[in-house]
T-cell receptor, first 111, second 112 residues
């Protein structure tokens, strides 16, 4: 089945620790996105990538980093510089008709 | 900067009533507008995509309209059911570039 797979579903981070969230798609989409969602709020764009080896900062990129070494993969690292990382993280990809599709999300909690 | 607003933030209706959800955006230079559904703790499911050249799209009980010049889109859900209870989000894609901007969502409760 074609789709977007995010892992893990739940992730716990200790203070000062870096963690990496995985996002894999087998839809052959060029564009991929990372969003953050806080309780009762809409989605805010962290990073996006239009093509392999290229990515752009979104509205809230500070404390996050990404890579795009393969078309299928767009991992997000939440660094220790992100002071309030507890949130629901969503990965998306977009096809040529420019319709966006989302994964099931990763819930990150600081312990 | 594109801003997307959804009003109301929450809506409660009895089963069988039609739902009307609103989305407004400040920059009319969009490529398309997409409506999504989100269940608690889950990802987003795409409902309808309207290209900027289109006025509406329909899928089953769902109909979405787009008035680009006034910066508005409306999602109609006919004959609501308890299973329609969810948060509905709209998102616009800029005509230039690839940024997808979301509204804050409307949380819908359909009471049996």
């Amino acid at each position: 089945d074609g789709g977007i797979t995010q892992s893990p579903k739940y992730l716990f981070r200790k203070e000062g620790q870096n963690v990496t969230l995985s996002c894999e798609q087998n839809l052959n989409h060029d564009a991929m996105y990372w969003y953050r969602q806080d309780p009762g709020q809409g989605l805010r764009l962290i990073y996006y990538s239009q093509i392999v080896n290229d990515f752009q900062k979104g509205d809230i990129a500070e404390g996050y980093s990404v890579s795009r070494e393969k078309k299928e993969s767009f991992p997000l690292t939440v660094t220790s510089a992100q002071k309030n990382p507890t949130a629901f993280y969503l990965c998306a990809s977009r096809d040529r008709s420019r319709e966006a599709f989302f994964g099931q999300g990763t819930r990150l909690t600081v312990v | 900067k594109q801003e997307v607003t959804q009003i109301p933030a929450a809506l409660s209706v009895p089963e069988g009533e039609n739902l009307v959800l609103n989305c407004s955006f400040t920059d009319s230079a969009i490529y398309n507008l997409q409506w999504f559904r989100q269940d608690p703790g889950k990802g987003l499911t795409s409902l309808l995509l309207i290209q900027s050249s289109q006025r509406e799209q329909t899928s089953g009980r769902l109909n979405a309209s787009l008035d680009k010049s006034s910066g508005r889109s409306t999602l109609y859900i006919a004959a609501s059911q308890p299973g329609d209870s969810a948060t509905y989000l709209c998102a616009v894609l800029k005509a230039a570039g690839n940024k997808l901007t979301f509204g804050g969502g409307t949380r819908v409760l359909v009471k049996p």
